[in-house]
């Protein structure tokens, strides 16, 4: 009989989170979900169970996300799987967006999830197996998006560590995977989740018309199913050899194709300068 797997999921509240816990709990796996408010947990899965662990929890606060994972283990004796799935789109050209807005994003994005990963470690390391599922975005390897560079790069960075962690874990038995949602029917698109800028400038056309586009249009006709999304990471965690770089929906391919078609333009256009530096 197969046994079931401990999930650690952030940012179970809405959107893939939100998907991934239900269709966790539905299949019989142990969940520990977390979210600002353990009320937004228990009102949609029910009450701290033999398999299910709804929690509070600040992400940007190390001392709490350490407590949150020690109660996990306390709860159910291991964690095996952990998805970094908490996180916001701040929208906002560089110049628009104050130095307040542009931490926060990141305080969220990003070194929330390296407080996740720090206090999850020692756990996996002492097991000597588990799986890390760090969320990123197409934003996350291709920034060409007029409004949305400091969510990108949150998203670049959250890449970046990953490469890193996969190498680093590797000798412990432990897989890191950073996954590229392209679009999902979720909420990360309404009013609700995603950030404007506070001041925003007139002159800034295409941000606004990308940030028109985005909340109106694309908002609730996005081409992919969260519940599908769900059911790839529960496979990938099935995998004997899961994969560093996962994309993951209609339209992923794509944003990748542009991003390699755009570097290798720009590598064969500049070659002679690229390479006159040699000694």
């Not at 291991?78 to 967006?97: F, H, M, P, S």
């Not at 990003?110 to 000597?128: E, H, S």
């Not at 990123?136 to 400091?150: I, M």
Request: some cysteine.
């Amino acid at each position: 009989m197969e046994t079931k797997k401990v999930w650690f999921v952030t940012g179970a509240s809405k959107g893939l989170g939100f998907e991934l816990v239900k269709k966790l709990l539905s299949d019989g796996f142990k969940v520990a979900a977390t979210s600002r408010t353990v009320e937004s947990l228990t009102d949609a899965f029910g009450e701290v169970s033999e398999n299910f662990l709804p929690l509070s929890m600040n992400i940007t606060d190390n001392n709490d996300v350490k407590s949150a994972l020690d109660k996990t283990v306390g709860h159910f004796g291991n964690v095996d799987v952990i998805v970094n799935n908490a996180g916001y789109g701040q929208l906002g050209t560089l110049e628009e967006l104050s130095d307040a807005e542009a931490r926060a994003n990141f305080d969220v994005n990003v070194f929330g999830t390296l407080n996740v990963i720090r206090n999850a470690m020692p756990y996996l390391r002492a097991q000597k197996s588990g799986n890390i599922f760090n969320i990123s975005s197409v934003g996350g390897y291709y920034g060409g998006f007029p409004g949305w560079g400091v969510y990108c790069s949150t998203k670049f960075a959250v890449a970046g560590f990953t490469e890193a962690l996969a190498e680093e874990a590797r000798d412990f038995g432990i897989h890191a995977t950073v996954v590229y949602p392209a679009y999902f029917r979720t909420d990360f698109l309404t009013k609700d989740s995603v950030k404007t800028p506070e001041n925003s400038i007139e002159a800034y056309e295409a941000a606004r018309n990308s940030e028109k586009a985005h909340l109106d249009e694309i908002n609730g006709n996005q081409p992919n199913d969260p519940e599908k999304a769900a059911d790839v990471l529960i496979q990938i965690s099935k995998e004997e050899n899961p994969p560093v770089h996962l994309l993951l929906g209609v339209g992923a391919p794509e944003f990748l194709n542009n991003k390699i078609e755009a570097i290798t333009k720009d590598a064969k256009n500049w070659e002679d300068l690229t390479l006159s530096t040699g000694i």
